[in-house]
């Protein structure tokens, strides 16, 4: 099942065989170094050449459940690969794919390498310049960590407050809010 504020993920496949691994084998890799922070999302969305899906335009085709990941070597991931066998890499795990009728295409021609999301845009997007912030009519999402009372009731008690509650810390990464755990202290 997923909620309106699931988070997607949308990652660009420019190979044939990176998407065979994701469909068949129910993985894909992601570079730590273009995501330092981790992946945080509960699904990833597959933006895919026309080349690599085989169809007239690329575009988002479908979609797959995150389900684990795991940070590994990347000789360990294709140990028959042998460029850069050392940089570390995540391994999503992914289950439930589900394809998209129609495709979110991208007429804009908007390049980029990630993009950050939720399910209910991506359900309702037209194409791919919908899941962003820049879209019309986005609607922020970032919650408060403290209610509008505890703000006004005085800097010491809405401190300890924080204290009682998890720590979060917003992140902006590729124009749109992540939410991580805070550092243990």
């Known amino acids: ?11 660009a496949i420019t190979r ?3 998407l065979r691994r994701a469909r068949e084998e129910g993985w894909y890799r992601i570079p730590v170094a273009r995501m330092p922070r981790g992946v945080a999302a509960e699904h990833l969305a597959f933006f895919t050449g026309a080349r ?5 335009k690329g575009g988002i ?22 460029q850069r066998a050392n940089d570390l890499y995540y391994r999503v795990q992914l289950e439930d794919w589900r394809w998209r009728e129609p495709p979110l295409l991208n007429p ?8 950050h999301s939720t399910w209910d845009r991506y359900c309702q997007a037209r194409r791919i310049s919908d ?11 970032e919650r408060p960590l403290m209610s509008a009372a505890a703000h006004s009731s005085g800097r010491a008690e809405s401190e300890s ?14 124009d749109d809010s992540v939410a991580l755990p805070a550092p243990a202290r």
């Open 1 to 11: 099942m997923s909620w309106p504020e699931d988070r997607v993920l949308v990652v």
């Open 16 to 18: 044939r065989s990176d």
């Open 52 to 56: 690599v899906i085989g169809r007239e």
């Open 61 to 82: 085709y479908a979609s797959a459940r995150v389900t684990g990941v795991e940070l590994l070597r990347r000789r360990d991931l294709l140990p028959l690969e042998w």
């Open 108 to 115: 804009e021609r908007r390049a980029f390498a990630f993009i």
């Open 131 to 141: 899941l962003t912030r820049r879209a019309p009519g986005f609607v922020p999402r």
């Open 161 to 174: 407050r924080l204290r009682r509650r998890p720590a979060v810390r917003q992140f902006l990464m590729d």
